[in-house]
Structure formats: C-alpha cells, structure tokens
C-alpha cells in the first residue's frame, strides 16, 4: 500500500481545512487507517483513526468535537476534516495504515505509531493566530 496525503495549507485560526489520503492497492478497504501529525520538535502525535468499514472511530482529546475522520473505500482515500484550528494544530500531518485484524480498534493500540505498517509523506498544516 502506497499512501499519499494531500490538502494541507497555511490557513488563520478558527478556519477549517480538509486532508486526504489517497491509497494505492486493492486491499486498501481492509486497513484501518490513522492520522498523526508532528510539530517541530515533537515527537508524533496521535490524532485520529477510522476502521476498515468506517463504522469505528477514535480520536484524540485534543481533536474531538473539531476533526472528523471518513473514508471512502470506493475510491481508496480516507480524509480529515479540521474545523475550529487552532495555532496548537500547526503540524506536518501522516496517514497511516495498519493491516487487518489488529487494532481492533482499541484506542491505546491505535495511539502507537510503530503499530502501522505504511506511512504517507505527510502534508504540512499552519495555523497562524
């Protein structure tokens, strides 16, 4: 699986961006898929995931109630919506997919980035105040 994300920008705080993950390979719909993201200095983030089917999702305190997290298996891509940004959100964002039946969708298991198994190049998101 080859995974390109795509989407960020800079934008001011309280705008909204959407991300996207486009995936190659025709398993893509089987992966639960997950959003990191790692400002300068920091170490990776655990932001958001999504199971296979869509059905399960979990996120981060520091996102819920602002990102929501879809996929589309149709067209391999998973995508973030960011509303509300704030300064702290400024990141360089990665997808990431972790092959089926393993998570489980359990949320400390989803939080490790070294549990997935492919990693998108990652797309830079500014939020100036």
């Known amino acids: 699986v080859q995974l390109q994300a795509s989407g960020g920008g800079l934008v001011q705080a309280g705008d909204s961006l959407r991300l996207s993950c486009a995936a190659s390979?025709?398993?893509?719909?089987?992966?639960?898929m997950g959003w990191f993201r790692q400002a300068p200095g920091k170490e990776r983030e655990f932001v958001v995931a999504?199971?296979?089917?869509?059905?399960?999702?979990y996120y981060a305190d520091s996102v819920k109630d602002r990102f929501t997290i879809s996929r589309d298996n149709a067209k391999n891509t998973v995508y973030l919506q960011m509303n509300s940004l704030k300064p702290e959100d400024t990141a360089v964002y990665y997808c990431?997919?972790?092959?089926?039946?393993?998570?489980?969708?359990?949320?400390?298991?989803?939080?490790?980035?070294?549990?997935?198994?492919?990693w998108g190049q990652g797309t830079l998101v500014t939020v100036s105040s």
């Open positions: 990431a997919a972790a092959r089926p039946y393993r998570s489980n969708m359990v949320g400390s298991w989803l939080e490790r980035p070294t549990n997935y198994d492919y």
């Open positions: 390979g025709r398993t893509f719909s089987t992966y639960d």
């Open positions: 999504i199971s296979w089917s869509g059905s399960n999702k």
